[in-house]
């Protein structure tokens, strides 16, 4: 599996829109790797986990085909992780034209992600039916097959009014765990992923307070040890298990540069927006 990442920031960005701390000032100063977006992943160019209000600069940076995505598996319905109104301008003919993309995009997530989906459609269309897209609702711990693509969701501690979800990825062999947004994961999803026997080849993990614990909506770095000592516990993780810190906010006080070197005492790689890592097949 090829995977990019997008985004690297909470909600607000880096730097966050109107504020002028330091960390914000030094982004704007060094840009680079400073820069971060609201977060989303795309795998093999054909999956993307979350369609965040950035994507247009997205699809310049970082010279995506977004026509040819075919599945789009949501989080959850925090604005910087699903932007419906852009979503929907897909329509051939009107905001596009596809010549060798997939006619169909297939979006998938919680009752809510498809309630906004539709409302959506019919503040476009007047109707939320329409040959472009379709959509599946997701539960936890129900596999879904997308295509080549088996994707568990796991429920995610983070917005309570709502199902929200972090996801177990998995083809031809190769095994993802995205956890974002996510408080220290729940007994269930241990045991599920105890259950299941499963061995990740990567897992990313929330690390919206940095360096700070906090653990109840979010994480940061002491709650993402804590996560892959239990993990490690039953074997999930290995040595072998490439550890990704990611989902950044500028409260957190930390540059790249600082996140690096932190995450490097632990064995854990910081993202970036951009970043692409590599998931060997089977």
């Not at 169909?104 to 309630?115: C, D, H, K």
């Not at 045991?191 to 990740?200: A, C, D, G, P, T």
């Not at 360096?211 to 770095?221: F, N, P, R, S």
């Amino acid at each position: 599996m090829e995977l990019q990442y997008l985004g690297t920031a909470a909600a607000e960005g880096i730097p966050a829109l109107f504020c002028q701390c330091p960390l914000c000032k030094t982004a704007r100063s060094l840009r680079g790797k400073e820069i971060r977006g609201r977060s989303g992943l795309v795998v093999d160019g054909r999956l993307m986990i979350d369609f965040p209000p950035d994507i247009l600069s997205y699809a310049v940076r970082f010279d995506l085909d977004l026509a040819k995505i075919k599945f789009l598996v949501v989080t959850h319905s925090h604005t910087d992780h699903f932007a419906p109104a852009d979503l929907v301008l897909r329509l051939p003919g009107c905001y596009c034209s596809i010549t060798d993309g997939e006619p169909v995009i297939r979006v998938y997530g919680n009752s809510e992600v498809l309630r906004l989906t539709r409302r959506a459609l019919r503040a476009e269309y007047q109707t939320d039916h329409v040959d472009f897209m379709s959509t599946g609702l997701l539960k936890a711990f129900c596999k879904a097959q997308l295509g080549s693509y088996e994707v568990t969701p796991l429920p995610a501690a983070h917005k309570p009014d709502e199902e929200a979800f972090i996801y177990l990825l998995q083809k031809g062999g190769a095994s993802l765990l995205y956890a974002h947004d996510t408080g220290f994961f729940r007994p269930d999803v241990f045991e599920y992923l105890k259950k299941s026997k499963v061995r990740l080849d990567m897992v990313s993990l929330d690390c919206t307070c940095c360096a700070a614990k906090e653990g109840t909506a979010h994480m940061g770095l002491p709650d993402d040890l804590e996560v892959l000592k239990t993990l490690r516990s039953f074997g999930a993780v290995t040595i072998e298990t490439k550890c990704v810190i990611n989902h950044f906010s500028h409260n957190g006080g930390m540059t790249h540069a600082q996140l690096e070197q932190e995450a490097k005492k632990h064995h854990f790689i910081a993202a970036y927006d951009g970043m692409k890592i590599s998931l060997p097949e089977t």
